[in-house]
């Protein structure tokens, strides 16, 4: 079973920066896949973007591209998400996830971190 737990969030300006981290724990090594989503009042869970726990590979909503950078430190099971040039926009609940494997589903999640961006 994987652990994750997020941190970083909190109230920033637009135009700001913020760093959110997702520390992994347990089976670490069965996590294939490393996902960032969020989610607003009102509106849909919506993909930020991901990871390969075991690879370079990375992939990044379209509302975040150019923006937002994944990042992992190894050695910490961390998983690092920067947010630069913040918009009221990106105000949600950021949550990290991880799969098993490529058509596994998102079983894991941690409790989530609120990222409040005024305008």
């Known amino acids: 079973q994987v652990q994750l737990e997020e941190s970083g969030g909190g109230l920033v300006q637009a135009g700001d920066s913020l760093r959110l981290s997702c520390a992994a724990s347990g089976r670490t090594f069965s996590i294939y896949t490393l996902g960032w989503f969020r989610q607003a009042p009102g509106k849909e869970r919506e993909f930020v973007g991901g990871?390969?726990?075991?690879?370079?590979?990375?992939k990044y909503g379209d509302s975040v591209k150019g923006r937002f950078t994944i990042s992992k430190d190894n050695a910490k099971n961390t998983v690092y998400l920067q947010m630069n040039s913040l918009e009221p926009e990106d105000t949600a609940v950021y949550y990290c996830?991880?799969?098993?494997?490529?058509?596994?589903?998102?079983?894991?999640w941690g409790p989530g971190t609120q990222v409040t961006v005024s305008s």
């Open positions: 990871l390969m726990w075991s690879g370079n590979l990375r």
């Open positions: 996830a991880a799969k098993a494997g490529p058509a596994d589903e998102w079983r894991a």
